[in-house]
Nanobody
């Protein structure tokens, strides 16, 4: 069965941290780049971070640079998004994507005091 399952979201106060996970099954995980995206209410989905298949080259949206780290563990078929110094404007549903068209169901992140 082909699945991507995000986890780790929740309600957090500004300035705190969260680590999101994206567990893949049914894929040959290391064949794909992995990216994290987010969609806030009333806004379009946007790219947050991306990591390559093997070299672990990464890139980040300007809005999260210096606060977010994307990583992957190919042995565990899992990708991560470590988010630090969270801001209210980081509130969104966060999705992981494998390659260009394989999406998870999303996990809600709410940053509020």
């Amino acid at each position: 069965q082909v699945r991507l399952v995000e986890s780790g979201g929740g309600l957090v106060q500004p300035g705190r941290s969260l680590r999101l996970s994206c567990a893949a099954s049914g894929f040959v995980f290391d064949r794909y780049a992995v990216s994290w995206h987010r969609q806030a209410p009333g806004k379009e989905r946007e790219l947050v971070a991306i990591i390559s298949r093997f070299t672990n080259n990464t890139d980040y949206a300007d809005s999260v640079k210096g606060r977010v780290i994307i990583s992957r563990d190919n042995a565990k078929n899992t990708a991560y998004l470590q988010m630090n110094s969270l801001k209210p404007e980081d509130t969104a549903v966060y999705y992981c994507r494998l390659g260009l068209d394989k999406w998870g169901q999303g996990t809600q992140v709410t940053v509020s005091s």
